[in-house]
Each structure stands twice: as C-alpha cells, then as structure tokens.
C-alpha cells in the first residue's frame, strides 16, 4: 500500500467514525426526550451513563485528525475533511452533552405531575434528530445543498421553543408555585435550541468541505 493509499484509507476510517458518533448522538437525543416524556429514570441513567462512549469517540476522532495534520500536510480538500472532521466531532460531543443535560432533568423532575402535556419539547427533539440524521447524509455526500437546508429545520426549532417559553411563562403568572418544574422545561427547550445551533454548525463544516468557503448559516 502506497503512502496515498494508506491516507486515504485513514479519510474514510475518520469518516466513519463521524457517523458512528452522529448516529449515537442522534439515539442518546431521542433517548433523552423519552425519558423525560415518560418518567423514566432508568432511561435517563442510560443516556447520562453512554455520554462517555460519545466523549471517548469525540478524543479518536481528534487524535486522528492532529495526527493526520501533523503527519501527512494535506493540501486543499483533504485538509479541508481534516479540519472539518475534528469540528463536526465537536459539534457532536455537545449536543451529546446537552441530551445528557436533558436526561439530568428527567431525575431532578422524577416523578412529580408535570405541569402541562409535552407537546411542543418532543417536536423541538424530532427535528433534532432529523437534523442530526440530514447532517449524517449530507456530509457523506458532501452534498452542501443538503447542509444548507439544515437551517431551515433550525428556525422552526427556534420558534418551537419561543412558543414554549411563552406558554410556561403564562402558566407562572397564574401560578408562581410552579416556578422550579417551569424553569426545569424551559431549560430542555433551551438544550434542544442549542442542539438545533450545533447541527447547524455541522452543516456549515459541509459547505466548507463542499466548496471551500465559510458560510454562515443562521444569518
């Protein structure tokens, strides 16, 4: 096997792992919603427990990118995977983070009666995940029209949680004594809108490894 050979075999194990950990993120996401939804602490356990898999991915991932940097001096597009690849890892590790966050509250809320039916925290974490799973695909087809639609889900998740702050907010001036649960969902909404920012970041590293140029997708 050539020097080139075996560079670009190391590209396509970088890529893989990429995957693996966008599809892991995407699970402990759902994961998190669910055990807030129905109470499941057990549920929430698993996904706080599994975050150190993804942190784990998160450091091979970097390891192999500085090592491919350092080692190779990769020029033009191959440099542009490189730097887009340690991004995207970190991307990922964050909203890992965050979905871990979520599961946090599920075990701080615990079984208390919530104070109004989940409606809008699950939708704000289907298009997550669908965000997630869009990510995925377009970065395996380099495809930077595919990563720019990504911040059209990113509005609508943006909307979605202003909606449910306005909600709680109303609840809390007829009942201040809802104070603690309110602030703990707010908190989710507010996750799932940072989540929604990082897949957003995800696509912008797309378009850079598609076409080279930084492109601010949220302006």
């Not at 495809?143 to 109303?170: C, P, T, V």
């Not at 940072?194 to 997708?217: F, H, P, Q, S």
């Amino acid at each position: 096997m050539t020097t080139r050979q075996g560079f670009h075999q190391d590209l396509a194990e970088l890529s893989k792992k990429i995957s693996i950990m966008g599809m892991m993120v995407q699970e402990r996401v759902i994961m998190s919603i669910d055990s807030l939804c129905k109470q499941d602490m057990e549920l929430a356990n698993k996904v706080i427990t599994g975050d150190l898999s993804i942190n784990d991915l998160q450091t091979e991932i970097e390891e192999k990118s500085i090592m491919l940097l350092a080692m190779q001096q990769p020029l033009a597009n191959d440099l542009r995977k490189i730097v887009a690849c340690f991004k995207i890892a970190m991307h990922l590790e964050r909203i890992g983070d965050l979905a871990a966050d979520i599961a946090k509250v599920t075990l701080r809320i615990g079984k208390a009666k919530l104070i109004k039916p989940l409606i809008d925290i699950p939708r704000m974490g289907k298009l997550v995940s669908e965000m997630i799973v869009n990510g995925l695909a377009a970065y395996i087809q380099v495809n930077a029209e595919k990563a720019r639609e990504m911040s059209l889900m990113d509005e609508e998740i943006d909307h979605l949680y202003g909606q449910i702050f306005q909600d709680l907010l109303l609840l809390l001036i007829d009942d201040p004594k809802m104070m603690t649960q309110a602030t703990y969902l707010i908190l989710v909404g507010r996750f799932l809108e940072r989540m929604g920012d990082y897949c957003t970041n995800i696509g912008e590293e797309i378009v850079y490894i598609a076409t080279g140029k930084r492109t601010d997708l949220n302006s």
